[in-house]
């Protein structure tokens, strides 16, 4: 029997197939499922390996909102907690801002991603959604129709083929839902900043009460709060460099070294959890729909992590796609739909234009189009602007903690 034969067709599995249990997805899930709307997610990896996959951490106000406004805001109230504060170390000295008393007054949430995805998974269980774990989306097909499918591949290995009205890509940047794009029918706006980050997280406590960015010779070092027992924080290093190169020992002491410890205080040290270069880059698609597949989250868009904003764009767009979604499936206005991709690119465009200055401000500019970052006479300059003029500083913290 050839694999084609094996192939189970399920009819009409849902109204709607999601691609991911990500914060993109599981936002998505769980407000078509409060609305009565029918759905499937179909994920990967196993349930434990969610609980554990540890990414971001820094919320803005605006996300904590939307989560609040649909109930699904109560694990990061409970256990994230508030930041507000900025570091900046340079060889002219360091200086703080205090983002949350500038721009909106907005602050961040500090609360790592895979507990909120632990929380967005409990609540959707709870309210009866139904999720595919162990399940790998292999392929959309059937885009151009109102009949989508998606081929899966499911614990047991056996393939099957679900049906829905409408496919929500919210499967990554690597994910089926961006391979199974017909050619053409998207745009691909991509740029390569040139520039690689290990980032890492330590089983230690912070070593600061603030986001902690270095800027040093030998490259960025930076910092950031997770809980009070695990701490994130990135280095520059060479582009094709593998994380297994950095030693505990090299990375502590590299960390010391520019975020010049000696001089502002030591780094509390611990064992190293996790490595990974992270090349710093922007994929954007547009339009985000084609047919009835839909994009949101790092599908839609990647952005790099210097400016935190991918898991807070996944929940605004999850929001706006749920709205969208449940327009169309329960009163037959598809106004949202048609919008979806023109307001949520908005907001992406917006973020990773800010992604880019932060990506400039901690390395440099390019000395030509395509060229290397370099922190030429122009990179103080701009460290200076925000350090000195009070306009620029509330510029800063509005984009910093807005989307
Ligand atoms: P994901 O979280 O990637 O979820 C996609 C899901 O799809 C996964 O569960 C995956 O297993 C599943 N999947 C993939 N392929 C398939 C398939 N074929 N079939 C079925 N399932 C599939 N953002 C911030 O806002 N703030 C931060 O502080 C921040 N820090 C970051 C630090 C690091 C080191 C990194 C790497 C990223 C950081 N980000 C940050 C970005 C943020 O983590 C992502 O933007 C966010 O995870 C995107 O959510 P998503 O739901 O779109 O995708």
């Known amino acids: 029997m050839t694999a084609s034969q094996r192939i189970r067709t399920v009819g009409d599995t849902a109204d709607v197939i999601i691609l991911g249990a990500g914060p993109a997805g599981l936002v998505l899930g769980n407000l078509l499922r409060t609305s009565g709307i029918d759905c499937l997610v ?6 434990a390996h969610l609980r554990t996959r540890a990414r971001a951490g820094f919320l803005a106000a605006n996300t904590v909102r939307i989560l609040d406004r649909h109930g ?87 393939p099957e083929q679900w049906r829905a009205r409408y496919v929500a890509g919210c499967d990554g940047r690597h994910g089926a839902a961006r ?38 010779p030998r490259g960025f070092a930076g910092h950031m709060a997770r809980t009070p027992e695990v701490t994130r924080y990135y280095l520059q ?21 520019r975020m010049r410890a000696a001089q502002y205080g030591e780094l509390h040290r611990g064992p190293i959890i996790q490595r990974a270069v992270v ?55 598809a106004t949202g739909l048609e ?26 500019a390019p000395d030509s189009d395509g060229g290397p970052l370099l922190h030429g006479p122009l990179g103080p300059a701009r460290i200076e602007s925000l350090r000195t003029s009070r306009s620029q500083q509330d510029w800063f913290a509005e984009r910093y903690v807005g989307v």
């Not at 109230?77 to 360091?94: I, Q």
């Not at 391979?179 to 330590?202: M, Q």
Request: proline residues 3%; aromatic residues 6%; charged residues 25%.
């Open 339 to 364: 919008r979806y991709s023109e307001q949520s690119l908005a907001y992406i465009r917006r973020a990773q234009e800010f992604s880019q200055w932060m990506i400039q401000l901690l390395h440099g």
């Open 237 to 257: 290093c060479e582009r094709g460099e593998s994380a297994d190169a950095w030693s505990d020992e090299r990375i502590w002491d590299e960390l010391a070294l």
């Open 72 to 158: 699904l805001a109560e694990g990061l109230h409970r256990r994230g907690h508030e930041h507000s504060t900025c570091e900046f170390r340079t060889d002219d000295g360091r200086f703080r801002l205090d983002y949350g008393g500038l721009g909106r007054g907005e602050r961040h949430t500090v609360y790592p991603q895979q507990e909120l995805v632990t929380d967005l998974l409990t609540h959707y269980l709870d309210i009866g959604g139904r999720i595919s774990f162990g399940t790998e989306a292999v392929a959309v097909t059937g885009v151009d129709s109102s009949r989508p499918s998606v081929s899966v591949r499911g614990p047991d290995g056996r």
């Open 279 to 333: 090349d710093l880059e922007s994929d954007v698609l547009e339009p985000l729909r084609h047919g009835s597949l839909l994009l949101a989250g790092d599908a839609a868009s990647l952005l790099s992590p210097s400016a935190a904003k991918g898991a807070n764009l996944a929940v605004l767009e999850a929001e706006i796609l749920a709205r969208a979604l449940v327009d169309d499936l329960a009163h037959g206005d």
């Open 179 to 216: 391979r199974s794009l017909p050619s053409g029918a998207v745009r691909r706006h991509h740029r390569d900043h040139g520039v690689s980050w290990l980032g890492l997280l330590a089983e230690a406590p912070p070593s600061l009460d603030a986001v902690g960015y270095a800027i040093h």
């Open 42 to 47: 179909v994920e990967r990896a196993e349930r």
